[in-house]
Nanobody, 123 residues
């Protein structure tokens, strides 16, 4: 069983919206102290986008006010609602889970990763 499976990526025009989903296996979902979304654009390093842990959410400055991270505990699913998308938001988006607390932006601190979903925003 793949531990984290993302979906919801696609192509959209600037100003549009997408909602990413990440279904997390039960053991990982309930043993994780932080889950989040990261992204990687071509030629760039992977960067944190939004994190959720301990009832607190965290956002990178470049998405604050546009993206919202949320969870559905009944479905073991992590979401990322992305509004007012910009061409610079184009990237492969990954969900990740960390068993240790607290949330951190350091990607190497995350134990589990999804395979990624492509988001392309055209101008």
């Amino acid at each position: 069983q793949v531990p984290l499976v993302e979906s919801g990526g696609g192509s959209v025009q600037a100003g549009g919206s997408l909602r990413l989903s990440c279904v997390v296996s039960g053991y990982i979902y309930y043993s994780s102290n932080c889950m989040g979304w990261f992204r990687q654009a071509p030629g760039k390093e992977r960067e944190g986008v939004a994190l959720s842990g301990g009832g607190i959410t965290y956002y990178a400055s470049f998405v604050k006010g546009r993206f919202t991270i949320s969870q559905d505990n009944a479905k073991n699913t992590l979401f990322l609602q992305m509004n007012s998308l910009k061409p610079e938001d184009s990237a492969v988006y990954y969900c990740a889970a960390r068993t240790s607390a607290p949330c951190t932006w350091g990607e190497k601190q995350y134990n589990y990763w999804g395979q990624g979903t492509q988001v392309t925003v055209s101008s």
